[in-house]
Nanobody, 125 residues
């Protein structure tokens, strides 16, 4: 069974850093595009970052230069390094995956085949 298990969320002060991890199992990890999305209270879920199976990356404008997505195929894990955190980064962060040959069935930056359970990130002043 496919599972995406997130870790690393928590409480940090504004300006601080946090590193999220997402461990994948039950899938051929190196053949999947991976993404991070988030949802703040009262807001729609939004795209944060993605990395394709071929290591192409893309970021939402508000996190560009502060967040870095990476992957370790040997560990079946994708990471999100978050630096210079702001109050508006507070949200539940989700890890997601879609097979490279099925991307045509999942249209849009918020559309993925598999989802993690989410992990809370809270930024305080």
């Amino acid at each position: 069974q496919v599972q995406l298990v997130e870790s690393g969320g928590g409480l940090v002060q504004a300006g601080g850093s946090l590193r999220l991890s997402c461990a994948a199992s039950g899938l051929s990890f190196s053949n999947y595009n991976m993404g991070w999305l988030r949802q703040a209270p009262g807001k729609e879920r939004e795209f944060v970052a993605r990395m394709t199976w071929s290591d192409i990356t893309d970021y939402e404008d508000s996190v560009k230069g502060r967040f870095t997505i990476s992957r370790d195929n040997a560990k079946n894990t994708v990471y999100l390094q978050m630096n210079s955190l702001k109050l508006e980064d507070t949200a539940i962060y989700y890890c997601a995956a879609v097979h490279k040959l099925r991307t045509g069935l999942y249209v849009g930056r918020k559309s993925y085949e598999y989802w993690g359970q989410g992990t809370q990130v809270t930024v305080s002043s």
